[in-house]
């Protein structure tokens, strides 16, 4: 078990589901302040008011309607665990882990509050200052997601969010504030969390048409240009940047040998995980993509310069989520799994979370030995844990054994591909603390290395206690990865 001096060890969140203060300190709304619980099987709907001022609930906000607060509804991310106010005592916890690294997003809001102002929310920018200059006291460097799952809810209204070219402006703008305010203080950012999302949930959908794969294929491009402005100006704003792409990283396999499986399978690879990565670390559109947009008729808005700016602005480093694998197949399913990306096919050899996710190690080490070869640049884990419920004991205590055994394999998969000789430069858990489910609103979903007090109802008194993961992580980083016992 080896793992390079200076490995980035630690763990990652994200604002809008940690940080509450939902409307503290001149923050606008997005469209996480308006969505309400879900669970595995329920999604959660999002609230508004029609033109006409009749209160609304659905999966999303119709036409014509703006997101809205209403009374009688609970917001889980409105509160998230307090992280806005409580961000010194989390940290210090995350620092007697051991942490090297701490992965958050900025909340796109907290700084401009409708997204297309000129001038910053200073109150924004000065809290994000004291939660670095805290991480940097404790010597813990930070890694920042600058778009993870939010976006004020202003620039969706009015603009119809990354359909419209113009946010790709906005969004430069909004990064460039960050690097000329943050010089010195952040070195290490990220574009656009999971940005094959926005494919990947299209399968997970029974429905689509012609026209969602357009939307979605245009997005990617719009977004794609906006990273590669960002990466550039990055670099010349400051030299020391360091910018990465964020996949949400899926291993499928072909569920059979037969051939049109694999096949299937391989085209899998190249719509929902290629496709991102290719276009952000080799700055220009794969062979397959004109295959992919035929198929769906797409027909994008993309100019010339466009693809110049595409290969001006190619990331620094690939960083990934891995949490399960997925198994696809041409043939009828006679065993299905319904959890997130393991949509599908059930794998035999593959044991499942309570969420249905697969718990596959093996994957992880696949994973990186394959974007290792393709992209030739540094690789880093910034997200990979396992959803479970937690039982506090009558002596205020977790037992999280099922997590330690979780990380333990994949940490194990870590070292046999970094022993390959992957360049794996970091792993950050996800959720170290508690959190908001991003799929679900449940609070009961927990990742953390350190509980927190709050329940799906939203009661509970916030306090943070550690579990017996967080002692386990300490001595695994305290070892650099040799410690898994
Ligand atoms: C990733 C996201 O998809 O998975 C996180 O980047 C998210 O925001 C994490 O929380 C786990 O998913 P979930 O739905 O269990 O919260």
Redesign the pocket.
């Known amino acids: 078990m080896r793992f390079p001096t200076n490995f980035y060890w630690g763990g990652a969140t994200?604002a809008n589901?940690c940080e509450g203060a939902y409307d503290v300190d001149g923050r606008g709304l997005t469209l996480k302040d308006v969505t309400t619980i879900g669970g595995l099987k329920k999604r959660w709907q999002v609230t508004y008011l029609q033109a006409d001022g009749t209160p609304g609930k659905s999966l999303a906000i119709p036409d014509g309607a703006h997101g809205a607060v209403l009374p009688n509804e609970y917001y889980p991310n409105q509160t998230g665990i307090d992280f806005y106010h409580r961000y010194q005592e989390d940290i210090a916890l995350f620092a007697k882990m051991g942490f090297k690294m701490y992965r958050m997003s900025i909340s796109w809001s907290r700084i401009f509050p409708r997204g297309d102002e000129e001038e910053p929310n200073q109150a924004g920018l000065d809290f994000y200052r004291r939660v670095f200059e805290t991480l940097k006291a404790h010597g813990i460097e930070p890694l920042v997601t600058i778009s993870?799952?939010d976006m004020p809810l202003h620039l969706e209204t009015v603009y119809g969010g990354w359909n419209d070219r113009r946010m790709i402006a906005f969004y430069q703008h909004y990064a460039e504030t960050l690097f000329t305010t943050y010089r010195g203080l952040v070195k290490h950012w990220i574009t656009f969390?999971?940005i094959n999302n926005t494919i990947m949930f299209l399968a997970l959908r029974s429905q689509t048409s012609a026209a969602d794969y357009q939307r979605a294929y245009q997005q990617l491009h719009y977004q794609f240009v906006a990273s590669a402005l960002v990466v550039k100006r990055a670099h010349a704003i400051d030299p020391e940047n360091q910018v990465g792409c964020m996949i949400?990283g899926i291993t499928s396999y072909p569920l059979t040998c037969d051939p049109a499986d694999v096949l299937k399978n391989r085209y899998a690879w190249e719509q929902n995980i290629y496709y991102c990565g290719d276009v952000q670390c080799q700055g220009q559109y794969p062979t397959y993509a004109q295959r992919l947009w035929d198929e769906y008729q797409v027909d994008l808005d993309m100019t010339a310069t466009d693809l110049e700016i595409l290969k001006a602005g190619t990331v620094d480093w690939y960083t990934f989520?891995y949490?399960m694998s997925t198994a696809i197949t041409t043939h009828e399913i006679t065993s299905a799994v319904g959890g997130?990306f393991s949509i599908g096919a059930r794998n035999p050899y593959l044991q499942y979370s309570e969420?249905e996710w697969a718990d596959d190690p093996d994957g992880l080490q696949y994973y990186l030995e394959l974007m290792n070869d393709r992209y030739h640049l540094p690789l880093m884990i910034v997200?990979n844990g396992l959803?479970a419920k937690d039982q506090l004991t009558a002596d205020g205590q977790i037992h999280d054994q099922y997590r330690i055994s979780y990380m333990r394999k994949h940490i194990q998969a870590m070292a046999t591909a970094i022993q390959h000789g992957v360049n794996l430069i970091g792993y950050t858990s996800?959720?170290c603390i508690d959190l908001v489910?991003?799929?679900?609103g449940q609070m009961s979903?927990r990742?953390g290395l350190i509980y927190v007090d709050r329940q799906d109802d939203g009661s509970g008194t916030l306090a943070r206690i550690p579990k017996d993961s967080f002692y386990w992580y300490q001595r695994v980083i305290a070892s650099n990865g040799q410690a898994l016992e």
Not at 437 to 440: F, L, N, P, R
């Open positions: 994200a589901q993870h799952f969390n999971e949400c989520s949490y997130n969420w997200e959803g996800w959720g489910s991003a799929g679900t979903k990742y």
